[in-house]
């Protein structure tokens, strides 16, 4: 035996331990990470929603966008603020002119998952004067275009009123509100507020903690946004600045010192809070304002009942064609059957670590990779049949076999690949994750049954054939006149010599 066959024949040893462990039954921390099966909406039921654009808002857009691309900029936004919950393989697409489905498998807090993703996001920085605003209160905004700056609207508390360093940087800098974020606003209730920034003089938001392990959002502004706050907090030192998201009061924490940095913090939210506010700032607003026009809880399309069957048939399957390939090749069949429970075990451990979502079509994904790393086998085996009945010696007839079926396997296996990458890119296009995740299922499966047909079994049968007890040629799978070249023996006198022998 070579020394580099037993090195690596030791790297898939602790390879093969290492997988095991992580495709072991349970979930475990593994490198850092949470390794576990993630299941699809089909396998564990999830959340499904469906959001509409509010009658009218389509007809109010900017000039140059139209109606499908806002809705398109809509459902690429939801898509991030989705992944960004954590949801694997959620299904984020558009049904008709106004219409976004949302389908979230294993969600745990439906609530606070629609209002991530349905809220758009308009945040804005209230001068509130004197008076601190209560959480959730709905106010009503001005950003200082409308020339009613610093007025107090009818039954305005003096509190309310915008002071003059305040209405001098928000005239300078500040637009109309849009008409998206205006309809997405709550019922207004008592007087207009000034508005001294808005969420887009933020550059990035993330959550964090105080020393008392409190929640927050920490926040880094523009350097436009960086220059309003400083003269803003400068000048109104004990006053209170209300954070708004989409009308509808966050915190309204009182300015202890001024806030030249360009950075700062969201406190006073809960942890559920700060993660939808952190997620609403870092990919923006919705172009459109939508409304939940359904939202329902949907069950397992499979019950457990049948998962169990269909698992049970796998097993069966999988059982018959190691019975076939023990039986037509022999030895290298068991040499098959042993390197295919290897690539079984990698492979659910990738399934594990990355993590991917098995949905009924991953699965089928995954066990049409089955059956490709069984024909890669195949291929090998029938090539080291041929090189058998020329005569050659068992250790050429394996590394022939390997060496002429080496292109066949890489050209077939390179053409499904070139497939998957193509399912990739429609499934993400058109937002059919169930095609992408039979893609990636599949891809994984072909990039691991090639490892192990060219690695694991090669360096197997070389270890095989060093072992003098197992060089009979019929356990090869040829019988003795194949080998010696006199085929035109009759089978059965063959079948006894070789027994003979």
Same mark, same amino acid.
């Given at each position: ?21 992580? /495709? ?15 299941? +699809? ?20 857009? @900017? ?12 459902? *690429? ?8 919950? +954590? ?5 984020? *697409? ?17 609530? %606070? ?33 409308? #020339? ?7 039954? *305005? ?23 998206? /974020? ?16 808005? #969420?887009?003089? !933020? ?14 959002? %920490?926040?880094?502004? $523009? ?19 209300? =954070? ?9 924490? %009182?300015?202890?010192?001024? &806030? $030249? ?18 997620? *609403? ?19 397992? $399309? ?13 097993? =069966? ?5 190691? !019975? ?17 429970? !290897? ?36 291929? =090998? ?19 022939? #076999? ?6 066949? &396997? ?24 169930? =095609? ?16 192990? /047909? !060219? ?32 085929? /035109?023996?009759? @089978? ?10």
């Amino acid at each position: 035996m070579r020394r580099s066959t037993g090195i690596v024949l030791l790297l898939i040893a602790l390879l093969t331990m290492f997988s095991a462990y992580v /495709a072991w039954p349970g979930s475990r921390t593994v490198l850092g990470r949470e390794a576990q099966v993630v299941r +699809g909406l089909d396998l564990q039921g999830g959340l499904q929603v469906l959001l509409r654009a509010r009658p009218g808002a389509l007809d109010k857009l @900017p000039e140059g966008k139209s109606p499908a691309e806002a809705m398109n900029d809509a459902r *690429q936004i939801i898509e991030q603020r989705v992944n960004s919950l +954590g949801v694997s393989e959620p299904v984020v *697409q558009r049904q008709g002119a106004d219409r976004i489905v949302v389908e979230l498998p294993g969600v745990k807090d439906p609530e %606070q998952a629609i209002k991530t993703f349905q809220g758009t996001g308009l945040l804005e920085f209230v001068d509130a004067g004197d008076t601190p605003l209560q959480p959730d209160t709905v106010v009503t905004t001005s950003l200082g275009a409308t #020339g009613q700056q610093g007025a107090a609207s009818p039954g *305005q508390t003096p509190g309310a009123q915008a002071t003059p360093a305040s209405t001098a940087q928000a005239g300078a800098a500040e637009t109309a509100p849009t008409p998206a /974020a205006t309809a997405a606003a709550p019922a207004p209730q008592g007087p207009t507020y000034q508005t001294i920034m808005t #969420g887009a003089d !933020i550059s990035s938001a993330s959550i964090g903690f105080t020393e008392t392990r409190e929640p927050l959002v %920490q926040f880094k502004l $523009t350097g436009e946004g960086s220059k309003k706050f400083g003269t803003f907090t400068t000048n109104n030192v004990q006053k209170y600045l209300a =954070i708004v998201l989409d009308k509808r009061v966050v915190s309204s924490p %009182q300015i202890q010192q001024a &806030i $030249t940095g360009g950075e700062g913090q969201i406190t006073g939210v809960s942890r559920a809070e700060a993660e939808t506010l952190a997620i *609403q700032l870092r990919y923006g607003s919705l172009p459109v304002p939508l409304t939940i026009e359904s939202s329902s809880t949907v069950g397992a $399309t499979l019950g457990q009942d049948s998962v169990d069957r269909s698992i049970t048939a796998g097993t =069966i399957g999988v059982i018959a064609v190691g !019975i076939f390939m023990i039986l037509y090749y022999r030895l290298p069949g068991v040499v098959s059957v042993v390197a295919l429970a !290897i690539y079984s075990v990698i492979v659910f451990a990738l399934f594990k670590l990355i993590p991917i979502t098995l949905t009924l079509a991953g699965i089928a994904g995954f066990v049409l990779s089955i059956g490709m790393a069984v024909d890669a086998n195949v291929l =090998i085996f029938a090539r080291m049949k041929e090189e058998l009945r020329r005569g050659r010696s068992l250790l050429q007839a394996v590394e022939a #076999g390997f060496r002429n079926a080496w292109p066949s &396997i890489r050209d077939s296996n390179v053409s499904t690949l070139i497939t998957c990458a193509i399912l990739v890119w429609f499934g993400s296009t058109f937002g059919a994750s169930i =095609i992408r995740g039979f893609a990636f299922t599949l891809a994984i499966g072909v990039i691991v049954s090639m490892f192990t /047909a !060219i690695v694991v079994t090669r360096s197997l049968l070389r270890i095989v054939v060093s072992i003098p007890a197992v060089r009979h040629i019929w356990l090869w799978g040829v019988e003795r006149d194949e080998a010696g070249g006199t085929t /035109a023996q009759r @089978p059965g006198a063959a079948l006894s010599s070789t027994r003979a022998q």
